[in-house]
Structure formats: C-alpha cells, structure tokens
C-alpha cells in the first residue's frame, strides 16, 4: 500500500511537472522566432535528460533490490511507485536547471542550435539585403 507521505508527494511533483509545462508553453510562445526555437530546443534536451535519468536511477535502485538470502527481488509494485515518485521529485527540478542552462549554451553557439534545430531561412536574404 502507497503511504499518504508518497501522496502528497507525488500531488507535489504533479504541480512541479505543471509549473514546468506552464513554464515551458510561456516561453515558447514568445514573438521572437530565434528566441522561441532555442527555448524549445533547451526544453526537448532537458526532457530526453530526464527521461534518461529517472531510467537509470530506477535501473539501479532495482538492480540493488536484490536480497542475497532468499534470492529474490524484494521490490515489488508498492516500491516500484515509491522509486518512480521520489527518483521524480530530484529530477522535475533538475529539469528546470538542465533547461534554463542548454538555453544559455544555445545562445552562445548557433552551431550546436542548428544541429538541433534547423533555420528555416537560413541562406535566404531579408528583402533588405537583397539590393
């Protein structure tokens, strides 16, 4: 059985989880294109990291489940939901932090955003600099 602790602290990273996609919906809908394209891809390379990382932290919590006595796995449904629960309330935050600093780095190097995320107009000149 679920104790209430795991409750509410999975009610906390459900609002976590929706600060986050509030979060990320405001600053992809920005006016600036350029702007909005590198927050996107800062946001797609946080969640492929937290994805990663609540798999392997869940991997490795049930690899070392194993009880040498009796052989056995000890986990079972109940503390597979604790793992998930508690490995979600370090990574939801740390997703904020991976995706506030790929943003910076993507500011820095339109390389790596292009890799990413490709231009749509690049190579093609503003009626401006066409004369």
Known sequence: MVIPQNLCLGIGELALL??????????????????ARRWKAAILISII???LILV???TLIFL?????ITKVRTMNLDSLIVTVT???AFVIPLMFIITVASYNRLVWS????DKIWNDPSK??????QRF
């Open 18 to 35: 929706l600060v986050y996609v509030i979060f990320a919906y405001s600053v992809t809908h920005s006016d600036d294109f350029y702007q």
């Open 49 to 51: 990291s937290g994805i």
């Open 56 to 58: 392997m932290i869940c």
């Open 64 to 68: 070392f489940s194993y009880d040498e």
């Open 86 to 88: 508690f490995t979600l």
């Open 110 to 113: 339109d390389d790596l955003l």
């Open 123 to 128: 190579g093609k000149k503003s009626p401006i």
